[in-house]
């Protein structure tokens, strides 16, 4: 009699440990001023837009970051860590030499995704690193706001599960998760 129950225990235990992971259902921003988070995701570096793209890639994956997107179009690039932390990149050109680099990063929880606003996370643990990466100093950008928006950490897509919204290119705005 309990073998039966057994078997049907065994069968619903086997199919969940196997099914895929889901997207988050919501986005939970910062509840930061955004001239606030801009000044704690941006630093500017002496280096072209290229030199700073390619440090960019190389200090996330010394992190252990796996890069999952990278446009060199847009300067953008989206890379996943231990599929619970997020972290998207934009670098811009300000210049000849030049450039300015905007991080944002998120922490994905059950059924949400939270936009991480400390300073101390941002420079431990990403502008501190690129600098190292890159051999220079990075400074912080200026407050007229004319830094990058911030990016939407891309990650990818496991079987079965569905694409994250995005919003229109440029815009800066974060979309509205999808039900």
């Known amino acids: 009699m309990r073998a039966p129950y057994f078997a049907a225990l065994a069968v619903v235990l086997a199919l ?12 939970v921003p ?22 700073t793209s390619r440090g960019v890639i190389a200090t996330l994956q010394d992190l252990g970051y796996r890069i ?18 997020r972290l998207a990149a934009t670098v811009e050109e300000r210049g000849r030499n030049q450039s300015a680099v905007r991080a944002n990063a998120s922490v994905l929880g ?34 007229d706001g004319s830094g990058p928006s911030a990016p939407r950490p891309v990650a990818e897509r496991l079987p079965g599960q569905r694409q994250a919204p995005t919003a229109p290119a440029g815009s800066g705005e974060v979309p509205p998760a999808r039900p």
């Open 16 to 27: 969940t440990a196997c099914a895929p992971q889901q997207a988050a259902d919501s986005f």
């Open 110 to 143: 059950l059924g949400r995704e939270t936009q991480v606003d400390d300073p101390n996370f941002y420079q431990a643990n990403f502008f501190v690193p690129l600098g190292n990466t890159m051999a220079r100093n990075l400074m912080a950008a200026p407050p």
């Open 68 to 85: 999952t997107r990278a446009d060199s179009d847009s300067g953008t690039i989206s890379a996943t860590r231990l599929t619970g932390l």
């Open 30 to 51: 910062s509840t930061k001023p955004a001239t606030e988070l801009r000044a704690m995701q941006t630093r500017v570096v002496d280096a072209d837009r290229e030199t």
